[in-house]
């Protein structure tokens, strides 16, 4: 009897440690999942507020290709932009360098998106004509020219 004393006494301590082991390895990687969530769902909101609206879904690519569609460069010399050679509007060298749009207004994502759009209403009188550009077109187009210093 007294052989299996030790043993007997031993179990409540036994089946605890059992006990936790098994919940541990259950929760633990629920608990981490959630940590997990919850940080990514820190990082998304930050990160969004970064970028002005009018440059947020804006896609340099595609701006290179709709400035070629649109034919901008009928009138302006465009670097990356083939047969962009046009002389009756300025050249766009470096234009994401620039401090102002037509000399007047000063060179943000959104103002320069409003003037590839209406240019007129921007500057009144200016000889760049509206070439019938959805705001979402000339977001892209305003993100490729931003891409140009
Ligand atoms: C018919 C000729 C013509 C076409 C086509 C044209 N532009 Fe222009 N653009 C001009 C002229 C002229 C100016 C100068 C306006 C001023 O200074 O008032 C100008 C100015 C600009 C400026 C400001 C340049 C600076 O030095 O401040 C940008 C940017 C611009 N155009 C982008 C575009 C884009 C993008 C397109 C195509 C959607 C386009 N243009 C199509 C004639 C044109």
């Not at 929760?27 to 940590?35: E, H, Q, R, T, Y």
């Not at 060298?93 to 003037?115: D, T």
Request: proline share 10%; charged share 15%.
């Amino acid at each position: 009897m007294k052989l299996t004393a030790p043993p007997v006494a031993l179990w409540p301590a036994r089946w605890a440690l059992w006990a936790t082991g098994r919940v541990s390895a259950l929760v633990l990687p629920w608990l981490l999942a959630a940590a997990g969530i919850g940080a990514a769902g820190c990082d998304a909101g930050p990160a969004e507020g970064l970028q002005p609206e009018a440059t947020r879904t804006a896609d340099p690519l595609l701006g290179q290709r709709l400035v070629t569609q649109y034919q901008c460069g009928s009138c302006h010399a465009i670097p990356g932009v083939a047969a962009a050679r046009g002389i009756r509007g300025p050249s766009l060298e470096a234009f994401g360098r620039r401090s102002y749009i037509a000399g007047h207004v000063p060179n943000r994502p959104e103002a320069l998106v409003r003037w590839i759009v209406q240019p007129d209403a921007l500057v009144p009188g200016t000889l760049m004509p509206s070439m019938g550009v959805s705001p979402g077109d000339a977001r892209h187009m305003a993100a490729y020219l931003g891409t140009l210093r």
